[in-house]
């Protein structure tokens, strides 16, 4: 847990940028819902932006770090969790507490309002929203990740459709689907920013690169359990512009340049690191 407390005031002291490639190790499966189903295609799409590109939506690779950091904290057990959602068939539940410490809801935002716990008793009145720290944005398809020699071997342009059966165990028939993946070796470029608005935020950027590094032995995405979805950062910047960045157009300083995730995780564990996160 962190050092925050219920008279932590909140001041913008900065902001931390990285960026850098997300890699598919294995293809990539983030759906596009039943809605974008074509004559022809396969059964599971990807999703697309407007020009017809794979895309990896920010709100996945949120929702991904969330889950695994709640997991690797202990907080993704009944007594931890609410209901976002009670609609039958389509429940919602996740990590949110009012502890003023809890690193996870300071990361990732408080919703408002009261929130049913998932093992009954008395539910969570949140009186106000707490903002969240962590934004991570759409992240691009880098086009020429996608070499002509593998667009040879894909079924589409840019993405390739992987045939699974579910066998029935009673009878022995199969039952053919098939998903659409971003294949092997595609590269999508990413982008978070981690706001500083106090002293005891300083440290949360070692959460985040936690939820990366756990992420790299974990999956995004569809098909996990069946190969898909394996992922890893490299070619990381990260930089810290202050508020008088913004203020007074003051220099960005950078603090990694082309790293991977081991690099960012020595630099964020360093001694020396929350003294850096000051004005310029």
């Not at 020429?144 to 029935?168: F, G, H, P, W, Y």
């Not at 199969?174 to 971003?182: C, G, I």
Request: contains cysteine; aromatic residues 4%.
């Amino acid at each position: 847990m962190s050092s925050h407390t219920a008279q932590t005031e909140l001041r913008l002291i900065g902001k931390l940028i990285l960026e850098g490639d997300l890699e598919c190790r294995t293809g990539l499966h983030i759906g596009a819902g039943k809605g974008s189903l074509e004559i022809g295609g396969a059964d599971n799409p990807v999703v697309k932006d407007s020009f017809g590109l794979p895309y990896v939506p920010g709100s996945s690779l949120r929702g991904r770090l969330r889950s695994l950091l709640e997991q690797a904290s202990g907080l993704a057990v009944p007594s931890e969790l609410v209901y976002v959602s009670r609609r039958k068939g389509q429940e919602v539940r996740i990590h949110q507490s009012d502890r003023p410490d809890d690193e996870i809801c300071i990361l990732f935002g408080r919703n408002p309002g009261r929130l049913d716990r998932v093992t009954g008793g008395e539910p969570i009145e949140g009186a106000s929203a707490s903002p969240a720290r962590l934004t991570v944005y759409d992240a691009p398809l880098i086009a020429e990740s996608i070499t002509a020699q593998m667009r040879e071997n894909l079924d589409d342009e840019l993405t390739e459709v992987k045939s699974e059966n579910a066998i029935d165990r009673i009878t022995s028939q199969a039952n053919p689907r098939t998903l659409e993946r971003v294949p092997a070796g595609a590269r999508f470029r990413f982008k978070l920013v981690l706001d500083v608005l106090c002293e005891e935020d300083r440290p949360l950027l070692a959460r985040v690169v936690e939820g990366l590094r756990l992420l790299e032995d974990d999956t995004l995405g569809g098909g996990g359990s069946r190969g898909s979805g394996r992922v890893a950062f490299s070619r990381l910047r990260l930089a810290w512009r202050s508020r008088e960045f913004y203020s007074s157009g003051a220099p960005e300083r950078e603090m990694l340049a082309a790293g991977d995730a081991g690099a960012l995780q020595a630099l964020a564990a360093s001694e020396g690191f929350a003294g850096m996160l000051a004005g310029s």
